[in-house]
């Protein structure tokens, strides 16, 4: 690891602006001052981790690309480490994205690198447990795990994915001891990072280009490449060939002729005036589990069994916070290096719902908003932030006849929203993680733990915290719900009444579109699905060059 005191005087290069400055095909839609048309073999609508992925390998079979992305093209240079910076620039909705009912909180990226930009590094391959339900229940051929392994193999080589050698922050050593004294057990997560710095504020932006993200790894290669990148630019629709109107019925097996977009301010979500026409040969969607079903509803492209959109998941997270007797400093360091996967070991599809462990970063801002309470109790908590220590159970969605997800809509405006309802399944599993969670910390030595429902306060031990966990509602708007992982929406399968594209992400209606980002998922993953969109994106886009390139 780079040695901090020598690293801060040298010159940090920021790739990105290099290779601008060299000349890369970079066009801002928001200062366009005309229309524009653009024209290239594949448009790749998003740059998250399936778009800048299939960006890379299409570019390298030697096709043209115009990469499409919604947010801003912001860079090391632009990152400060600043929570009020950050959050407005890099996420959606200024990282204050809701369900419809406002119960969860959803963090999503909106950025050149879309949520690789601002994730916390955690990379792991998709749980077997899944696959084989994916198999099982949901017909899905060609993705078991042997036939994966090459994809996984493939993209922890490109993106530098391998065991983090440095040890876990307070925050993180926190769920070891304590999982260690109950005798439950952990792993360490493996991390995409080259030269990290150990800053700790992988969220807002990696100042060091250490985060092996999209935007430092397969986007800047497939600009060198030829590559256009458009940013600040939202596709409204994508418009077959013979339709005139939005809304006119498209026929089954017709061509998509362009994407239609316009540019938008950054901060903000009114369209410019000035339209942009995207012409290519096939269209790629990759803008994540809510973008992309948008795009498609947007688009009134054929959905005979109206699965657009349905089935969308998330990772369903609970957070229960203690009070440590020494420093925690959870800002800094490696955001997430310990796990524990213990209580998704029952079967997914009849056992009671399953969660994974960890330990998130915590700094003072998103801190503030989560902690419930008001006044001098959230005043009490603020004041404790350096003893403050969280962890997180992320919520198996999906598998379970009970755990059937949400469903992406449109807004009167066009904007999407998820409606996602927690059914009596996944509350009880709520409740067990708040139980399990407030235990492992009371063992690793805390004085104080909270879950964090409005219900809930401040107690000093696992008896009182217990009893207290047991008897509060499990009900929205009193457990504080968040979620950074959506999945789901344009499902993949082979029956067309079940999904919206095959096993090759290709649309089952629309002969020159196809789906390369986690909306594609059957179910959730049970893990952070980053590698597994890495993977996935890898071979379909693979599979589509030798095609588009023949």
């Not at 688009?299 to 020494?326: E, K, Q």
């Not at 008001?374 to 198996?396: C, D």
């Not at 966990?469 to 067309?496: D, F």
């Not at 999904?499 to 020159?512: P, Q, Y």
Request: hydrophobic letters at 45%; proline letters at 6%; charged letters at 20%.
């Amino acid at each position: 690891m780079t040695d901090l005191a020598t690293a801060r005087i040298v010159p940090i290069v920021d790739p990105v602006r290099a290779g601008i400055a060299s000349g890369w095909k970079v066009i801002d839609a928001a200062r366009l001052e005309a229309d524009r048309d653009l024209e290239a073999d594949v448009v790749v609508i998003g740059t998250g981790a399936g778009g800048g992925v299939t960006a890379e390998v299409l570019a390298d079979a030697g096709l043209t690309v115009i990469l499409v992305e919604e947010g801003p093209l912001k860079t090391s240079s632009d990152f400060h480490m600043r929570e009020r910076e950050a959050y407005p620039q890099l996420y959606q909705e200024s990282a204050g994205r809701q369900s419809k009912d406002k119960s969860i909180t959803i963090l999503q990226g909106r950025s050149v690198g879309g949520s690789t930009t601002v994730n916390w590094t955690s990379s792991f391959r998709t749980p077997a447990a899944t696959l084989a339900h994916w198999r099982d229940a949901r017909g899905i051929r060609g993705y078991g795990e042997a036939e994966l392994v090459p994809w996984f193999e493939r993209m922890e080589a490109r993106l530098a994915i391998a065991p983090w050698p440095v040890a876990p922050n307070e925050n993180n050593d926190v769920l070891r001891r304590g999982c260690a004294a109950l005798g439950i057990p952990t792993g360490a997560i493996r991390r995409n990072v080259k030269g990290c710095w150990n800053i700790g504020y992988c969220g807002m932006g990696c100042p060091t280009n250490a985060k092996q993200s999209m935007l430092v790894t397969t986007i800047p290669a497939a600009l060198a490449k030829g590559a256009t990148l458009v940013y600040r630019c939202r596709v409204e629709r994508l418009v077959a060939e013979g339709q005139s109107e939005p809304g006119d019925r498209v026929r089954e097996g017709a061509r998509i002729a362009y994407a239609e977009a316009r540019g938008i301010e950054s901060a903000g979500s009114s369209p410019g005036s000035h339209r942009i026409r995207l012409r290519a040969r096939h269209f790629v969607l990759a803008a994540g589990a809510i973008g992309s079903p948008a795009v498609l509803l947007r688009s009134a492209l054929p959905d005979p069994h109206l699965n657009v959109g349905m089935r969308t998941f998330l990772h369903p997270t609970l957070v229960s916070a203690a009070i440590m007797p020494g420093a925690v400093e959870a800002h800094a360091g490696a955001p997430q290096s310990v796990y524990s996967d213990h209580f998704l070991a029952a079967d997914p599809a009849t056992g009671p719902a399953g969660f994974k462990l960890e330990a998130p970063p915590v700094h003072p801002i998103l801190a503030g908003i989560t902690m419930p309470g008001f006044g001098m109790e959230h005043a009490k908590a603020m004041a404790s932030f350096n003893n403050l220590q969280v962890l997180i159970a992320l919520l198996r969605d999906g598998f379970h006849t009970d755990s059937r997800g949400g469903r992406v809509r449109l807004r009167a405006d066009g904007s999407p929203e998820l409606d996602y309802a927690m059914t009596p399944y996944l509350w009880e599993g709520a409740r067990r993680a708040f139980l399990a969670m407030a235990e492992i910390q009371f063992a690793a030595g805390a004085r104080e733990v909270m879950p964090l429902h409005e219900g809930a306060s401040r107690l000093g031990s696992w008896a009182a915290t217990k009893s207290a966990i047991e008897s509060l509602p499990m009900e929205s708007l009193r457990a504080r719900v968040v979620s950074a992982h959506v999945m789901g929406g344009c499902a993949m399968g082979s029956n067309p009444r079940e999904s919206v594209v095959d096993e090759a992400g290709r649309h089952h209606g629309m002969a020159n579109v196809s789906v390369h980002d986690g909306s594609l998922f059957p179910t959730s993953l049970g893990a952070n699905p980053q590698l597994t969109i890495y993977a996935l994106a890898a071979r379909l886009a693979t599979g589509l060059a030798g095609k588009l390139a023949r």
